[in-house]
């Protein structure tokens, strides 16, 4: 997370302490005071003139009314003091912004200078963006425009197979998730140590795969590949769109055997989601998996 989002979120919480503090009103004079008296609550209500009177238990209006006024005096009150606090903080945080934001500070260095910085030196923001730029070390199948299969086109402007595969880039895309769609893979695949694979750091990003091909066909290609920028994690994401059909389930399965058989865990290192015809896929999901894997 960085300093935009921390300052995005701390004005939406700003915005929702004053909408508390605007609600927050009496509705009828007078204050409650509550005794335990033997286990038992006892009421009183103090007048504007001072004064406590017994508030019978069987007066249950009187007592609704005086304890929603308990509340709004004591909710508005801690609004009003979390509100000052977070509108101390945002003063802070928006002085200087062009000195005092690593982000922004990152992103005016020099690229000649960031060429020769280590992984462990960028920033998440850094890392991430080399992590999406590294087409160079992500083979893929093919650059995808549209086909006969990648018929649909997401807001980013690559052609997917789903109206489903649209929605989940859609919102990685809005969401400022990095991803490559289709990556080849093959999961038993053994590694040449002899040929190392370099990044754009000129350090190992991998090895070459012996006999590998992006078009072999045992090369998976998973609907996306994933990146937590926070945790610098990498997950492969698969959207099984056909749930209903008998032969596209054999056949996934298949599929997810391999992966899991070459050590690769469901809700580790993959993300699985699903429908079918009476089933469809929900934004709501796809939000819940960001904000839990992904964020």
């Known amino acids: 997370m ?25 509705e009828t004079s007078g204050s409650l005071n509550l005794k335990i008296v033997k286990g038992r609550p006892l009421f009183f209500c103090r007048t504007e003139e001072g004064e406590q009177k017994y508030v ?5 209006e009187q007592i609704k009314r005086l304890s929603s006024n308990y509340y709004a005096k004591k909710l508005k009150a ?13 003063d802070i945080l928006s002085k200087n912004p062009e000195e005092s934001d690593v982000d922004k500070v990152t992103q005016r260095i020099p690229e000649a200078i960031k060429d020769n910085l280590s992984y462990s030196e960028l920033t998440n923001e850094g890392y991430a963006r080399r ?19 990648h018929r649909f086109k997401t807001l980013r402007g690559d052609y997917v197979g789903s109206k489903s595969e649209v929605i989940i880039a859609d919102r990685l895309y809005v969401k400022g998730i990095p991803y490559h769609y289709e990556i ?40 996306f590949y994933v990146l937590n ?14 749930m209903d059909d008998p032969s596209y389930c054999l056949k996934n399965f298949n ?8 050590g690769y865990i469901i809700g580790e290192d993959l993300i699985v989601t699903h429908e079918d015809s009476k089933h469809p896929l929900m934004t709501e999901s796809i939000d819940a998996i960001i904000e839990k894997y992904l964020i």
């Open 255 to 262: 599929r997810f055997m391999r992966i899991l058989d070459a």
């Open 184 to 223: 080849a893979f093959t999961p038993e695949a053994e590694f040449d140590v002899s040929r190392p694979v370099y990044d754009q750091f000129g350090f190992i990003a991998g090895y070459e795969v012996i006999g590998f091909s992006p078009f072999d066909q045992d090369t998976l290609h998973p609907d």
């Open 229 to 242: 920028k926070r945790t610098r994690k990498a997950y492969f994401w698969e959207h099984l769109g056909k």
């Open 78 to 90: 801690a609004a009003v003091k979390e509100k000052k606090q977070i509108d101390n903080c945002l």
């Open 56 to 60: 019978k238990m069987s007066d249950d």
């Open 131 to 149: 992590w999406q730029e590294g087409n160079k070390v992500v083979k893929k199948r093919r650059i995808h425009d549209k086909d006969d299969y």
């Open 2 to 26: 960085n300093k935009t989002e921390i300052i995005r979120i701390l004005e939406e919480t700003a915005g929702n302490l004053g909408k508390i503090i605007e609600s927050s009103r009496p």
